[in-house]
């Protein structure tokens, strides 16, 4: 069992920033964020493992990174440029191992104005 826990949302003006935080009960192989805005699915955003493999969603490249910290069991995502069409609840997921079930934090929030 993984437990997560994202922090880091907020409100931000368009062109600025957030750095969100997903900290992980015990460790993980694979930590990655996925987004969902009112009426939409629940999109891909970016991914990272333990061998060093990254991988964004296209609509991210270029402004989103993501990174981890294996000592501390977190995940961060670094947001620059944010748009409002960023906005959207962002949520933490991970796996233990390369073949377990997928874990889920509860989300945080992310409104970006224009």
């Known amino acids: 069992q993984v437990q997560l826990v994202e922090s880091g949302g907020g409100l931000v003006q368009a062109r600025g920033s957030l750095r969100l935080s997903c900290v992980a009960s015990?460790?993980?192989?694979?930590a990655g964020w996925y987004r969902q805005s009112p009426g939409k699915q629940r999109e891909f955003v970016a991914r990272?493992?333990?061998?060093?493999?990254?991988a964004y969603n296209d609509s991210v490249k270029g402004r989103f990174t993501i990174a981890a910290d294996y000592s501390k069991n977190t995940v961060y995502l670094q947001m620059n440029s944010l748009k409002p069409e960023d906005t959207a609840v962002y949520f933490c997921?991970?796996?233990?191992?390369?073949?377990?079930?997928?874990?889920w934090g509860q989300g945080t929030q992310v409104t970006v104005s224009s």
């Open positions: 990272i493992n333990r061998l060093g493999f990254t």
């Open positions: 015990t460790r993980t192989f694979t």
């Open positions: 997921t991970a796996k233990s191992d390369p073949g377990s079930r997928d874990y």
